[in-house]
Structures are given as C-alpha cells and as structure tokens.
C-alpha cells in the first residue's frame, strides 16, 4: 500500500542519515587516529563493523520488540483520595495507532487480552486510535469491543483521531470520516470525553475523570481542548485529567487547576531510547513514565503502535498499571 512504502522510504532515509553520521564519526576517528601515527585507512577500515548497528537494530525493533509488551506499575499516593478509592487500579494505554496492527491483529488481541487480564477498575486511553482514518477498524474492532472494566473504557481524541493525516477531496469528507472514529469508540461502548468530564461515586466519595480534546503546545499540532469546559461539575475530591500532548501539562494544567493526575501520550519515546534517554527529549521536557510536581503528578505512556517507523528500540510498547493510593492508608 501507499503507507507501507511511505514507511520504508522513511525507515530507508532514517538508516541513511544514521550511516552517514557514522561514517562521519568514524572518518574522524582515523583521521585523529593518523595524527597519532596510526595508518589512516587501517583505523577507517577497522571501524566500519559499526556500521552494521543501525541495521541490526532496526531489523531487531520491527520483528522483536515491536511485538514485546511491557507492563509498567505505578503507584500514585495522595491525600486528596478518599479513603473508598484507595487500591483503585486504572490501566493507562495511548496511541494504539490501529495501522500498525493491520496484518498484526493476533498481537493486538494479546494485548487486550493483557488489560483485561489486570481486572482494572478503568482503562484510560489517552488517544491516537487511529493513524490515518476509519479504515483501521476494518480487521480490529472486534478485537477492542472486547476491553472491559468494573468503571468502564474511557477515552479521548489525539492528533490523528480527527483524520488530518489522509488525502480528502474536501473538508467534509475529513469531519465525516472523524466523526466515524468518535462513532465506533461509542459502538464500543466506551466514554469517550469531549471536553467533559464523569463522576465515579464509591458511597459518598467521588473520583472525576475529564477529558479533553487535543491541546498541544506545538504548533505542527492543532488544538480543540477547552480546559475550563472539560472540568464543568468536575467535582471529585481526587480528579484525573486525560490530555493527549504532555505539553498540556506544564501550560495549562499545573497553574490553573487542581487536577491531581495527568495522563498523556503522544511521544512514543520517539520509538527509540538508550539507556532511558531518547531524541525526542529536546521537544518534550516530559516524554515518557512518572513525573511530579508537589503533589500533582504526569505520566506519559509511550504507546502500543507505531506510525512513520514499524519498529522499536529500547521502547517497548507499554500497558501502565496505576494503583491509587490514600497516603493515610499507607
């Protein structure tokens, strides 16, 4: 398909760039190498093996770890939980990217399989369902209706969710084609949060779960979240707020409300870190696990698909297990 040869053009250019900063690096190293009184072309060809890496790794992210499943378990205590609550077990997925699991559905059936596996309260999908349109649904639907949870699935929309990223004859074919993706997450039977917000009662108490529409930071991605809509009758005494870009976050979040926990997305972890860092650390401040402010907390899950690239490297695609916790309790 036209995808799939956009993705090895991108992966070819990827590996490309890759090996030329090598052969670079590598020239260096001989040339510093000869002022030493080594031969040139001995050191040259001595360190050209390396260039056997990035090829390898790409071939071990996209048959390998693509397909490995992390589970990932975070405790969150807080004195803002009431005491009812405490031990509620939310799972927090993102970007599924339905794309990439066309072809792959036995995988994506294992994962739900994983979720479900974990009897959470909540699964809490923080968007990028789809990476072009509807079509994506196509061979995987049935495989999502299965998701189930005590509270219910509840998801919003990310940057790919409203269908920005196909060709469209016009305008009105992109909304429709949207509007089908918010449609069939209903079909599901899941909650999903447009700039609005549910109250989840344990006698009592209450915990809110808002969710916004996609608000970035980034200019490349466009907005349609309205914060102060989203948490209209928001009235848990413990509030999770679901936002697709971590960006949110350090914006909007922290200096104008008292949301608790954050849960966000978007970053993949650019699909590649080493030793925990990745690349894409120089766009997001905040691009993967827990990070806490005071009592206010984020976590941003890396995603379970993939878009541009088919592989991962040092990126596992990861299903958050969140317990909450009343400090009290503890």
Known sequence: TKTEIMSLIFTFILLLAITLILTLLI?????????MGQPFWKSFKAGLWILLL??????YGSFIERNQTQTNNVEIVSNNLPATFNGYKIVHISDMHLLSFIGREETLAQIVEKINAQQPDAILFTGDLVTQNSSEFNTTKDILARLHAR???YSILGNHDYSFYNLWENEELRKKDADAIVAQQRAFGWNILLNENRNITREKDTLSIIGV??????HKFRSFGNLTKATQGANGQFKI??????SHWRAEVLP???????LSGHTHAMQS????WSIISFI??????????????LYVNIGLGETMFPFRVGAKPEITVITLKNRSAE
């Open 241 to 246: 707020l679901m936002t697709h870009d971590p």
């Open 256 to 262: 104008k409300t008292d949301i608790d926990l954050t």
């Open 151 to 153: 509270d219910g699935v």
């Open 54 to 59: 990035p090829p390898l790794a790409l071939l």
């Open 284 to 297: 997001y401040k905040e691009f993967m696990g827990l990070y806490s402010e005071g009592n206010r907390h």
């Open 27 to 35: 020239t260096i190293v001989a040339a510093i190498r000869k002022l």
């Open 273 to 276: 870190t080493l030793f925990g």
């Open 213 to 218: 529409e996609n608000t970035s930071m980034k």
